[in-house]
């Protein structure tokens, strides 16, 4: 009896011990269910510990969506925006306005369609117009001349603008420009400069040749122009012709600089001005090649190769019978596909601008890849890092069913010369392109010509220096 008294107690503290352990766990469970479906998050305890990255990747394994991206730049208020560069309206509007205001319709854009120069810059100003955007196609140095730098890096940061990317050496090269020589970012790249071979089917198929190819050097495309230079049927065709603007390419493509950081002009002693002109003399010196006074062109179609700006496409395009296609710039046996280096359009901000927020919110549209495919497929090329766009330039200008090969002219850029205060970009290329003319026409060897240049660049420099 007492035994089976014991047992009983023994049976009874045990359904105790259990009835309160499953009491404790009800209430345990029930204050985490309220804690975590409470609605209002600041009632969360702040020494909460977050949860891992591991532990984010493992509650996140099933949903692959990527995390939403920060909230877009807005222009709420209505704004003018100027922009100064030598457009026309047609070009204006197809290359900013009409984007611009489609995007923010509280912005309009308005173009004062003058050179971005010392001169022009201060007529400006006289009429009492101070752009807000401007195209810095002359150079840094002349803004620095009439107070319009504006350095971009504080609104880089603060728009989260991703510079990483833009193509390689674009970023480096505007900054290289500084004219205090302090790295700034002074503009933003928004327009990639391209070059080609625009070639002639028609007139290669007239003389029996194959087409030119990508990748070839400047020595094979020389003896492809004597093959297609001489007369045909009445008509006498050019092998191999720049346009002005290209001349200095394979110049470039050397990283070639007739000025040192100190002033120091050197032509005759640069070995990449003697390879250059040897070039050259090569290509002016195919009979027929280079006549005087001669009225062949593209155009017209007695010429047979024009190295010339991608841009020309859509013009070109437009002629009819003119069946051509495009191939990358001939390159330096020593530096396979190395193209010049990089020199984009670059715009810019006023620092004087009321509206400098706005002004870069346009900037950072221009350079989205929703903008730079629609510049891209209209003839300007992209700036950015994206490979499978390259193939599309001027897809939106053909209206047949012709196709060209516009992906190989993206091809990777040249060491970048040492910058100089003395602004090669806007005296010393223009400069050799100006006088080209008299290597073109002169009887001089290339030693004494480049000594003759070499003194005529330092009288350009002083006389420059003296105007400043």
Known sequence: MQESRCINLRAHKQRNKRSRWLTFLLIVMLLFTTACTSPDSSSESASTPSPTSDEIKVDNASDKQ??????????????????????????????????????????????????????????????????????????????????MLYPLDDLVQSHQLDLSKIRSGAIDFLRARDPEGQNRLLGLPVEEIMNGVFYNKAIFDTFGVNYPHDGMTWDEIVELAKQVTGERDGTSYRGLVFNSFQLTV??????????????????????????????????????????????????????????????????????????????????????????????????????????????????????SEEMQTILHRNTSGTVLDLPELYGQFGADKITDDRTYSFASLYMEHAPMPAFTSHDPESKFYPFLRDKFKDFQTGSSDIQTYLRAMEEEYRNVLKEANLSN
């Open 250 to 367: 394979p110049l470039m493509q050397l990283s070639a600089q007739g000025v040192d950081p100190e002033g120091k002009v050197n032509f005759a002693n640069n070995p990449a001005f003697t390879q250059y002109y040897e070039l050259m003399q090569k290509i002016i010196s195919i009979p027929g090649n280079y006549p005087p006074e001669s009225e062949a062109t593209f155009s017209n179609q007695q010429v047979a190769m024009f190295i010339t700006s991608a841009n020309a496409f859509e013009s070109y395009s437009k002629i009819e019978g003119l069946d051509f296609d495009v191939v990358s710039i001939p390159t330096w046996p020593d530096k396979p596909n190395i193209g010049s280096f990089a020199n984009p359009f670059s715009y810019t901000i006023s620092p004087h601008s009321e509206h400098k927020e706005e002004a870069f919110i346009v900037l950072k549209y221009l350079l």
């Open 66 to 147: 990527p995390a939403p991206p920060p909230d877009e730049d807005t222009i709420d208020q209505p704004v003018t925006l100027t922009f100064m560069a030598p457009w026309d309206e047609e070009s204006f509007a197809s290359r900013v306005k009409n984007h611009v205001e489609a995007k923010f319709p509280n912005v309009t854009m308005e173009l004062v369609p003058q050179v971005v120069d010392e001169k022009e810059l201060q007529e400006t100003f006289a009429q009492g117009i101070v752009p807000d955007i401007l195209l810095a196609h002359r150079g840094f140095a002349v803004l620095k001349k009439v107070d």
